[in-house]
């Protein structure tokens, strides 16, 4: 941790937010000034196609604790908040959305439970607003992900959390390509608590989260915390050698003791187009486990920084 004055960090990562950070920064100049005085506010531009890096530059040139970090392309919201988090020097670290909808005034309930002893604080935003589509799409990756991680996920958890700056330090010693800020945060395994917050409807424009990028990013978390999906593959293998088997004693067994052959042509192709699928599953499964381990030894930086503020 970076030796600094700074009692309180907040980390946002930006994409297409550039209407509301005024206020953003209003909002939470109001409640850390609360809290202290020694506060810094870390945008990270995750190279937005909006304007998003010229206002973080005019909230900097005004107030030096606004610190603005802009990255040479996108690189998605997970390496975005790790950008951040290694650049906070902050005792209490908070990470939070851009758009408003995780809201500044929640921060002093998240802060005042971490004062009861708790090293992270996460939000519950007991009453979502959102879209049906995206909760339905959130409750349906938690279920899966509870199944393959053997663990239990609450689809009203996000991003916005106080953690305290050991629990930062250790986060910043993971340096995985596939990245989640809150399943990581939790595998620390310090003492964690949950609050209700009230999370508010998104003011400006919609969520850049499109279907397609929901699933990459749940393969990937799912990728990178669990291994069942192999275990599983490899007992469907063993359950369909054991049915073929029982089937083949079965045709047999029709032949000898009714002296009725087996309707050939239907029943081989159907077998062999099942199995065929089947290995191919199953090799899609396995190659995508050993991309993630080429991805690995790579060893490419998580981020690229293209310019910074006040940093």
């Not at 799912?222 to 073929?244: C, D, E, Q, W, Y």
């Not at 045709?251 to 050939?264: N, S």
Request: proline share 3%.
């Amino acid at each position: 941790m970076q030796e600094s004055n700074t009692y309180i960090s907040v980390v946002i990562p930006v994409y297409n937010c550039a209407k509301s950070l005024n206020e953003l920064y209003i909002r939470l100049e109001d409640t850390l000034s609360n809290i202290s005085p020694d506060f810094e506010i870390i945008f990270v531009n995750d190279c937005s196609p909006q304007h998003d890096w010229q206002v973080i530059t005019e909230l900097a040139s005004k107030d030096d604790r606004v610190k603005g970090i802009n990255l040479s392309r996108n690189f998605g919201q997970h390496n975005a908040i790790t950008a951040g988090l290694d650049n906070t020097s902050g005792e209490w670290v908070v990470v939070m959305d851009g758009d408003l909808q995780d809201q500044p005034e929640e921060i002093i309930k998240l802060y005042n439970k971490a004062q009861e002893g708790y090293d992270i604080v996460f939000g519950r935003r007991y009453d979502r607003q959102d879209i049906y589509f995206k909760k339905l799409m959130s409750r349906t990756f938690n279920k899966v992900f509870e199944y393959l991680a053997d663990t239990t996920t609450d689809h009203t958890i996000a991003n916005f959390s106080i953690c305290n700056a050991k629990v930062i330090d250790s986060f910043r010693m993971m340096r995985e390509k596939n990245r989640s800020y809150q399943h990581f945060i939790k595998w620390t395994g310090y003492n964690l608590v949950y609050i209700d917050i009230e999370h508010a409807s998104r003011p400006e424009g919609k969520s850049s989260y499109t279907f397609r990028k929901r699933l990459e990013l749940a393969t990937q978390i799912i990728v990178a915390h669990s291994n069942k999906p192999l275990r599983l593959s490899i007992g469907f293998g063993f359950l369909m050698t054991v049915l073929s088997v029982v089937y083949a004693v079965y045709l047999v067994l029709r032949y000898l003791l009714l002296a009725k052959p087996p309707a050939g042509w239907t029943s081989v192709m159907v077998s062999l187009y099942f199995l065929c699928g089947l290995l191919f599953a199953n090799f899609g499964i396995v190659g995508l486990y050993i991309g993630k381990i080429f991805d690995e030894t790579k060893n490419r930086p998580l981020y690229l920084i293209d310019d910074r503020i006040n940093i």
